[in-house]
């Protein structure tokens, strides 16, 4: 079992910065695949960005490459998401997820509550 707890969500202004932190419980947080997604009023959840257990693989959505980066600490049990140039669009509630099948997280095992992100014009 894992849970996963967000933090660093907020209100942002177009062109700034967030870090989003998802700290995670259990011992087996380095053979996860960790990712985020996010889902905005009225829309499907969408795959933000993920992260194999080691590290050493990333793969962003379209829409935030180049301006999101994922990274995770296993000695800490972290995963990490930095939001450089964010945009009205990005509004939205982040949510981390775990994949035991692939850093794609077409299957995820573990969800986290959310973190609302809201990017004003």
């Known amino acids: 079992q894992v849970q996963l707890v967000e933090s660093g969500g907020g209100l942002v202004q177009a062109g700034g910065s967030l870090r989003l932190s998802c700290a995670a419980s259990?011992?087996?947080?380095?053979?996860?695949?960790m990712g985020w997604f996010r889902q905005a009023p009225g829309k499907e959840r969408d795959f933000v960005a993920g992260i194999s257990w080691s590290g050493g693989t990333t793969y962003y959505a379209d829409s935030v490459k180049g301006r999101f980066t994922i990274s995770r600490e296993n000695a800490k049990n972290t995963v990490y998401l930095q939001m450089n140039g964010l945009e009205p669009e990005d509004t939205a509630v982040y949510y981390c997820?775990?994949?035991?099948?692939?850093?794609?997280?077409?299957?995820?095992?573990?969800w986290g509550q959310g973190t609302q992100v809201t990017v004003s014009s």
């Open positions: 259990g011992r087996t947080f380095s053979s996860y695949h």
């Open positions: 997820a775990a994949s035991s099948f692939n850093y794609l997280l077409s299957t995820v095992n573990y």
